[in-house]
């Protein structure tokens, strides 16, 4: 099945300037996913406002206040106090980047990350957060002196090491989510030719198993229940497994670019922790 808008399209803004390699082009599908995220992140933020208006403890307030937690006390473990602009960036970042690995797993939609573009956008988001931070503790002039430490003649090293740092994270979360997702779909393909007897097997199992829930007394009939127990895991153990692995390795993959962002920024220092520190009212 074809939807004419998820088709892939290519558009080549500097075709006329020279520039046609795909790498200069803009993937129409990779900014529908990544609108797609968004949109799903404002509509977390709207619940999570919906929520903590009412005031009524629910699962999914109490997982937003745990995660938030987590990060509050992730931040203060690594930089040694806590200071809330290096937490809702950090946040945001593991957030963005976790929807986006993760969105795979709904319908006709690929994840933004799996294009090398939208990886390499997070890493120099990162790089250039944390060199804003440098500039902002050390100063402009301090920010510079760095690159020519300890010897002056290692400028150039200096320099290359630390624009290193992009293509680290970037293809480190591109090349992860390209793999997870070639693997997803050659488990896909081999149970491609149990596709059409699964289906007329779920057709049938799912009223009939709907039927025995809503009418027959499984304690009366262990046999039945026992049955009703291995149709369902049939039916459902694929559809979890893959959530899982798709999940799992969103999951991995965030966390990993929001650890390195983490530890560029720890390095950095602070003159006056005091001075900087602000209370997390989550």
């Keep these: 099945m074809k939807i004419p808008i998820f088709e892939h399209k290519l558009i080549e803004p500097l075709k006329y300037f020279g520039f046609t390699d795909p790498f200069w082009s803009i993937n129409i599908n990779t900014i529908i996913y990544t609108w797609i995220a968004m949109l799903i992140i404002f509509a977390m933020v709207g619940a999570t406002r919906f929520y903590y208006r009412r005031q009524k403890i629910n699962p999914f307030s109490y997982a937003v206040e745990q995660l938030i937690e987590f990060f509050v006390q992730l931040c203060k ?133 709907w039927f025995i829930m809503k009418k027959v007394d499984l304690k009366k009939y262990p046999l039945l229940k026992h049955l009703t127990t291995i149709n369902y895991l049939l039916l459902f153990s694929s559809a979890w497994l893959l959530m899982f692995v798709g999940l799992f390795e969103g999951i991995v993959q965030a966390f990993v670019i929001t650890m390195l962002t983490i530890t560029f920024l720890a390095l950095i220092g602070q003159k006056d922790p005091k001075k900087t520190e602000k209370v997390a009212r989550c």
């Design 77 to 209: 473990d690594s930089f040694g106090f806590f200071q809330y602009d290096y937490f809702s960036f950090v946040m945001s970042l593991f957030i963005f980047t976790f929807i986006c690995n993760s969105i795979g797993m709904l319908p006709f939609i690929k994840e933004p990350t799996e294009d090398v573009n939208t990886a390499l956008a997070c890493g120099i988001s990162s790089f250039v957060y944390v060199q804003y931070q440098k500039i902002k503790v050390h100063g402009l002039l301090g920010y510079i002196k760095e690159y020519f430490k300890p010897i002056f003649i290692l400028f150039p090293l200096n320099v290359i090491g630390e624009f290193s740092k992009i293509l680290s994270m970037s293809f480190r979360l591109f090349g992860n989510i390209l793999g997870g997702s070639i693997i997803i779909l050659i488990a896909l393909k081999s149970i491609e030719p149990y596709k059409v007897p699964f289906m007329i097997y779920a057709a049938i199992a799912l009223p009939a198993l």
